[in-house]
């Protein structure tokens, strides 16, 4: 139905949207976790695993196997199955409902001490009822759990939170299901080792399904896929739960990558991008099923008719095994340190975690180029191998090589595997026998904008500044942006003083000496790339000739 050449149902939909109902398929961010999760790693140069060819030619055994799109529409006009998973698009005033499970132990919202579940998952009302909120497209007051999976994939718009249900019915008066899952999409916490989700491996569910408006909006697909094989052996990391121990089957958890020899030049426009990121970004393994499924959204805008043949005619034999619990090196960044001119640099590596963090210290000057220091216990070099074992703190002493005179700013940057890493540089310049300034910078994650504290006073001789460094391989430019106290922007353009930053180069400077009227000024500035690239900060601050440091905070000012 039409109204005033408005159509009528987009129109009660965008309606229901801002009320905060909730939304089947409603609009979700590309990707959903952040750029550093599993599911978002570019694993298009990870080495190969030595038993790839073993993997692949199982995975074939008794024919050769295609992939298969796991997702479409309805499965017939106006029927009520479907294809793919639905998802649930939600608010944070959802009320929370009650679920017991048969598999409570490995689940959330339930009271692990007494085994009682508590309200914890928005599950709509409309679900009980409505077709095409749960997989398979019945509605929850349907009982199919001897029949089929059962998943409800609701994610919380408001928060960023996920929350994932395997085998669902509503009884009558109470929601039951297998097993369920909380995932806060802010940060990239994996579930607790042995323990399951809505999904056999422990992972996620929607981060990895193959989405209608990734595939066909203006940018590449970021994520990897998630798929299922016939049968699994354990797992490995990101996975955290077992589902199978067949000797030749691969393992959950693990990745599979399209080969980037094979030839997709051929293919529709959107086939290619789906390709694209399955070279870039692979298969996840979560679950047994049938060989080479790739798991999809449901959304009845899919083409099948172009889906079905474009996958059938790619064979497990075009794919390949990275290495089995491959991780990328972990890095930490220190976004400024100095030494010479009487400047001297301590590094505090702190491994928070439960395992062993090896890896390689480096130091890089302003230019981008290494920066040869003398570290305490080491000969001169720009990197050094060190390991911090579980729980312990690593520190060293950083001083200028042999004949550096002046003071040379850089920064360093630590790349490792194992344990959690944290820390900080400190530096301290000592004029005579005096000690002039002293200065910690916290070790700092890549963000693609940070809102640093301004607080200048020329008459009383206080000045802020920031460090910023590239840790990336292409040239970097940033604006920025001065806010006064009631954050209304007074200056924003790309200063010469800054632009561009070469990979690996680094620039420290006071915001005045960019902007001479902020000699006297308090506010804020907000530093942001021009094209999303990330870069590590830190600001600085000189109070009457003492020197100090402090972090940044992410994001820009509102």
């Known amino acids: 139905m039409k109204l005033a050449g408005i159509n009528f149902s987009i129109l009660v939909l965008c309606v229901a949207a801002f009320a905060g109902a909730p939304v089947q398929g409603g609009p979700l961010p590309s990707p959903l976790y952040p750029p550093d999760n599993w599911w978002n790693l570019d694993i298009s140069a990870a080495p190969l695993d030595p038993g790839s060819a073993g993997f692949i030619g199982f995975i074939n055994s008794g024919g050769t196997k295609y992939l298969h799109p796991d997702f479409g529409g309805d499965a017939a006009p106006g029927s009520v199955e479907c294809y793919g ?72 718009r408001d928060n960023a939170h996920l929350y994932e249900l395997y085998n669902v019915f509503f009884d009558g008066v109470r929601w039951l299901a297998g097993s369920g899952a909380f995932f806060d999409l802010n940060i990239n916490g994996r579930r607790p080792q042995g323990w399951t989700s809505a999904d056999a491996a422990g992972l996620a569910m929607l981060p990895g399904l193959v989405r209608y408006d990734e595939v066909f909006g203006p940018d590449e697909i970021r994520h990897a896929f998630r798929a299922t094989v016939r049968a699994t052996n354990g797992y490995v990391y990101p996975a955290s739960h077992r589902a199978g121990s067949n000797p030749l089957a ?85 976004p400024h340190l100095a030494v010479g001119g009487g400047y001297t640099s301590v590094v505090t590596l702190i491994n928070t975690g439960a395992d062993a963090a090896s890896g390689t210290l480096a130091f890089v000057d302003q230019s981008g180029n290494p920066l040869r220091v003398a570290l305490s216990g080491s000969a001169e070099g720009s990197s050094f191998p060190a390991t911090i074992a579980a729980g312990a703190v690593l520190t060293l002493n950083v001083n200028p090589a042999a004949g550096t005179n002046s003071t040379i700013s850089g920064w360093a940057s630590f790349a490792g595997t194992g344990g959690s890493l944290s820390g900080v540089v400190s530096f301290q310049a000592s004029r005579g026998e005096v000690l002039s300034s002293i200065a910690g910078v ?42 006064n106290s009631q954050g209304n922007v007074v200056q924003d353009f790309a200063p010469s003083g800054l632009n561009p930053l070469a990979p690996q180069g680094q ?45 940044v905070l992410p994001g820009k000012s509102q």
């Open 85 to 156: 998973f639905p998802y649930i698009v939600v608010d944070a005033s959802q009320p929370k409902r009650t679920v017991t499970f048969s598999y409570g132990g490995e689940s959330d919202g339930v009271d692990h001490a007494t085994g009682q579940s508590y309200p914890f998952y928005p599950i709509p009302e409309e679900a009980i009822t409505q077709p095409h909120w749960i997989e398979g497209g019945q509605p929850g007051n349907v009982d199919l759990r001897n029949k089929a999976d059962r998943h409800m994939l609701i994610y919380d």
């Open 250 to 334: 691969l393992p959950m958890g693990a990745r599979i990558r399209m080969k980037a020899g094979f030839d997709i030049s051929g293919y529709r426009p959107e086939i290619q991008k789906i390709f694209r990121a399955m070279k870039r970004y692979g298969l996840i393994v979560a679950d047994n099923g049938s060989d080479m499924y790739v798991s999809g959204t449901y959304d009845t805008r899919w083409n099948n008719d172009i889906l079905n043949p474009a996958f059938h005619s790619v064979g497990a034999q075009n794919f390949e095994i990275v290495q089995l619990g491959w991780q990328p090196p972990q890095v930490t960044y220190f």
């Open 442 to 483: 916290l070790a700092a994650q890549p963000a693609d904008s940070v809102t640093i504290p301004v607080d200048n006073d020329e008459i009383q001789e206080r000045y802020t500044g920031f460090a910023v460094a590239n840790p990336g391989s292409q040239e970097l430019r940033v604006r920025l942006s001065l806010l």
């Open 507 to 551: 620039v420290a400077v006071f915001v005045h000496q960019l902007i001479p009227s902020a000699a006297r000024f308090r506010g804020s500035a907000v530093l942001a790339s021009d094209n999303q690239a990330r870069f590590v900060a830190t600001a600085l601050v000189q109070d009457r000739g003492l020197f100090t440091a402090i972090p």
